[in-house]
């Protein structure tokens, strides 16, 4: 029997219980000592995780809000604030060759994604509906371009490319691109498809449709917002990506971060921070818009 007086636990032995008097005295074999006041404790440590991330996250955003804010200086040079300015995104647009480069990565990322929407649905719905022993190991296989380097991954198309004798240019990208950006669709795909009724496309098929029409009627605009949200973070992925895109580059063609790439090897200009602001507000607008997707998409479910 425990009783607790005075914030202290006693402990009273069971054999003093069928003893009335000595039992409602309150016996005492063991004293614990005082109840533990956890809450100041508690308040501690949540104040020092709020300092923790607090720093965490200055020392992570300090960099990016030091591009942002010397992208609208003045001066040419990156150290002091000398006054706020547009000329540099003026020189920006106005150079044909940093133009070129974006205009070459919006059309490869559309395309990309494109392609990559098709073979991830595909792949999605497949996935859900086998039953094959080895189906653990082919969805492991699906998304083993994310779980791998880069810098490997770019070095493998290149040797495949290579040995098929496939000149390097928009193709090769393209099939680079298509190959990382298909996992992101089809995980988006693959978790929509767990939540949907799959007697859904049995009715339809009872009431006359086919297959291929019961699968366009019903499954694919069940699945559109999943298509749609993966797609835009592969599209994210595409326009940001360097490692993989130097390897399988052509000699003629230049994406984007390919370009910025280049420059910042003979130092940064502030041409380089105002491209890198509008490349980090478009990221930043693709990824808040992915992330009210799918918040819709979950209050649909």
Request: hydrophobic share 50%.
């Amino acid at each position: 029997m425990i009783k607790t007086q005075n914030n202290e636990i006693e402990v009273l032995d069971p054999k003093m219980q069928g003893e009335g008097a000595e039992a409602k005295n309150g016996t005492l074999v063991k004293k614990f000592g005082k109840k533990r006041n956890t809450g100041s404790g508690m308040k501690r440590s949540t104040r020092f995780e709020k300092i923790y991330l607090g720093i965490i996250f200055f020392l992570m955003y300090l960099p990016v809000a030091v591009v942002i804010i010397f992208s609208f200086n003045e001066s040419k040079l990156p150290v002091r604030l000398t006054g706020f300015s547009f000329q540099w995104y003026e020189k920006l647009f106005a150079d044909s060759a940093m133009m070129e480069a974006l205009v070459n990565s919006l059309i490869l990322g559309v395309a990309s994604c494109a392609v990559s929407a098709v073979i991830g649905t595909l792949g999605a719905v497949g996935l859900s509906r086998i039953h094959w022993k080895t189906k653990g190991a082919l969805e492991y296989i699906s998304i083993l371009p994310l779980m791998i380097p880069e810098i490997i991954l770019g070095m493998v198309l290149m040797a495949f490319f290579y040995m098929l004798n496939l000149p390097f240019g928009m193709l090769t990208l393209l099939i680079g691109h298509t190959v990382f950006c298909i996992p992101y669709i089809l995980m988006e795909v693959k978790a929509r498809l767990v939540g949907l009724d799959p007697s859904l496309e049995e009715a339809a098929r009872d009431l006359g449709a086919t297959s291929m029409r019961a699968f366009f009627d019903i499954t694919l605009p069940l699945i559109m917002p999943a298509v749609a949200s993966g797609s835009l973070l592969a599209f994210a992925m595409s326009m940001d990506d360097v490692v993989i895109s130097i390897f399988i580059n052509g000699p003629r063609l230049s994406t984007l971060p390919i370009k910025v790439y280049t420059q910042i090897k003979t130092g940064v200009t502030p041409e380089i921070n105002a491209l890198c602001t509008i490349m980090l507000a478009f990221t930043v607008g693709i990824l808040l818009v992915y992330s009210l997707m799918k918040k819709l998409r979950r209050r649909s479910q």
